[in-house]
């Protein structure tokens, strides 16, 4: 016969309560408390023992994650044995998170002498810790040795040798973990910092052929094409992006940029109003702002100038575009000056006057007014 739960016996009712003594053979006599009690010391004692119980090692791994390192550290120094490297390898992580890295190096020592492989992989991961790039790299590179395709030690690697700053060595490492089918979109982003966009391209081709609803690679991949002017090619990549993530304000705006590129500027001007609508970023109203100078609105432009400013003062793409603005409104002002002037200046042209009259001497005078002055003049 089964034995009822604690939680059964808890939540029964009287009938319940009562039935459940009677199976196990209590008296179901008394109060409903004292009946209820009754049934539980019973389970308690002849309920069937833990198959298993957390032990120091157990114990002290939870520990190593979420408690104090040093109380984690003391209980894996009581469950140490001379044919376990595992507890070897958490004292030494313990340590490692109390910041004991001598101490936790020479741990990891004992674990890789007990044939542990993977205790050499903490151990680089504890000299990076310790700012030792070098000796971690050294470690990494006897783990390849012996395993080539160890994808954590590739990846180790791989960081190491970005931290150098050489970008060939850093592409070749991620290479190699692309060759093994992983992390072809981390080869790709690198690609695309150092300028390399059509090896970028093809490297996200691959990402994607296996990953078709990763909207980040989508967006990658159409900036790989925008960087090249193949703008259709870039329109269909960031199109997919945003249909994947039709709330992504800067999906949106590579977009508006691509359809521009491609000649589209009506379809471009919505898709980076619907990115302002989202956020007010700098680049994006930049964006928005050149777009109205294409279209032929410098007012709305202007306004468009002035909101990068508010959102960041001194932008110099912004004061660049205002000034730009206010450049081609001069001419046109000192035209409309002008008028006045060059009217005032030109005289006013008067009504032409009539020749005056010339007075008629005595030889125009006609033969009778001869005959009168002859005839005065005699008199």
């Known amino acids: 016969m089964s034995l009822p739960s604690p939680v059964e016996v808890e939540h029964a009712d009287w009938p319940g309560l009562k039935a459940f003594a009677t199976d196990l053979g209590l008296s179901p006599k008394g109060r409903t408390g004292i009946v209820r009690q009754r049934v539980l010391d019973h389970l308690r004692e002849h309920a069937a023992p833990l198959a298993w119980r957390a032990g120091k090692a157990e114990q002290a791994a939870l520990l190593t994650r979420i408690g104090p390192a040093d109380v984690a550290a003391s209980l894996w120094e009581s469950a140490l044995t001379l044919d376990a490297p595992a507890a070897w390898v958490g004292l030494g992580t313990a340590y490692l998170k109390s910041e004991r890295i001598e101490e936790a190096l020479k741990c990891y020592d004992r674990a890789v002498s007990m044939g542990d492989a993977g205790a050499r992989l903490h151990k680089a991961q504890a000299l990076m810790q310790a700012g030792r790039r070098d000796g971690a790299l050294a470690e990494i590179e006897k783990i390849l040795g012996g395993s080539p395709g160890d994808l954590q030690a590739l990846a180790m690697r791989a960081a190491l040798v970005e931290a150098r700053g050489n970008s060939e060595e850093t592409i ?82 590579n977009l508006a940029v691509a359809l521009a590129g491609a000649g589209r500027t009506d379809e471009a001007m919505k898709r980076i109003v619907a990115a302002h609508r989202i956020i007010e970023d700098p680049r994006i109203l930049l964006n928005e702002a050149g777009l109205r100078e294409r279209t032929g609105a410098p007012a709305a432009a202007r306004d468009v100038y002035a909101r990068v400013l508010e959102v960041a003062p001194e932008h110099p793409e912004a004061v660049a575009g205002e000034r730009r603005l206010a450049s081609r409104r001069k001419p046109a002002a000192k035209r409309k000056a002008r008028r006045p002037r060059t009217s005032a200046r030109k005289p006013a042209r008067k009504p032409a006057r009539k020749p005056p009259k010339a007075k008629r001497s005595a030889r125009t005078k006609s033969p009778r007014a001869r005959k009168k002055t002859s005839k005065s003049a005699r008199r």
């Open 172 to 253: 070749a490492a991620y290479r190699k973990i692309a060759d093994l089918g992983h992390g072809r979109l981390g080869l790709a982003k690198l690609l695309m910092r150092t300028g390399r966009f059509e090896e970028a391209e093809t490297a996200l081709a691959a990402h994607l052929s296996a990953h078709p609803d990763d909207g980040v690679a989508w967006n990658n991949r159409g900036v790989c094409f925008a960087k090249r002017n193949l703008w259709k090619e870039a329109v269909d990549a960031f199109r997919k992006a945003v249909a994947l993530d039709a709330r992504n304000a800067g999906v949106l705006n």
